[in-house]
């Protein structure tokens, strides 16, 4: 039997987006399969009961069942650390790793190594978050050198309803986004149907799309050891970036 790949998924409970497109990413991978691990997360916001479902003991409890399937590695599918601060994420894969020997990655994390690794300076934001929440996830961007030069988002708190938006409206916001011409435009939100258009959109546009589904397989299939040029059709992402 040849060498299985297993990647595990941290999940936010509420989401019904990221699990099937992850798969559909790996379709092509025979060998490799995600396996997901679900903690609650019901809202987006500033509120101090919003961020509390993002308490590392609640998230730890998940990554070590996840641990018992032996994956390759553990992902945090989610963009929290955009409001929480990026060194949320990683104190979040230190713990994980700690607590179960796991090599552990996020979506953020991955993306800002992605930017870094392209030379991106100014981006485009494309989420369905608050006003409130998508000003944190701006300013924590610009702390960390990257300017955000054009966003768009939705105004949209119940986590749910962000898997409800529309490939048409995420594109039509996709497209406002790239009138400023960023380096590249990031779909930040785990539970937006972004990455299924972000060929095409890439096509049209001329500017890489960072979804942020796409951002944390990318990294999964890096730390277990696979070749990411091998999922094709999902963006510049797995063909371009080492």
């Keep these: ?30 060998e490799t399969s995600a396996h997901f691990g679900r903690f609650k997360v019901t809202e987006i916001a500033l509120s101090e009961r919003a961020l509390g479902q993002f308490d590392d003991s609640e998230i730890l409890r998940a990554a070590e069942l996840l641990a018992h399937a032996k994956p390759a590695c553990i992902g945090w599918n989610g963009t929290s650390s955009g409001w929480l601060g990026f060194e949320a994420d990683e104190r979040l894969c230190q713990r994980i790793t700690g607590a179960t020997g796991v090599p552990a990655c996020t ?46 988002h939705l105004g949209l708190q119940d986590n749910f309803s962000f898997s409800e938006v529309g490939s048409e409206q995420i594109g039509a916001m996709v497209r406002e986004v790239a009138k400023a011409r960023p380096h590249a435009i990031t ?56």
Aim: net charge positive; charged share 20%; glycine share 8%.
């Design 1 to 30: 039997m040849n060498r299985r790949v297993l990647l595990g998924m941290l999940t936010p409970s509420s989401n019904t987006v990221l699990e099937p497109v992850t798969a559909a990413m790996l379709a092509g991978l025979p």
């Design 187 to 242: 779909i930040f939100c785990t539970n937006l149907r972004g990455a299924p258009i972000v060929e095409a959109l890439e096509q049209e546009l001329g500017i890489p799309i960072y979804d942020s589904i796409a951002t944390v397989v990318w990294k999964s299939l890096k730390l277990a050891g696979a070749d990411p040029r091998r999922v094709h059709g999902w963006g510049r992402l797995f063909r371009e970036v080492r």
């Design 107 to 152: 979506s953020v994390l991955a993306l800002n190594e992605i930017f870094r690794a392209t030379g991106v300076a100014r981006f485009g934001l494309v989420t369905p978050y608050r006003a409130d929440v998508q000003e944190r996830i701006v300013a924590n961007y610009a702390r960390a050198g990257f300017e955000c030069v054009a966003e768009r």
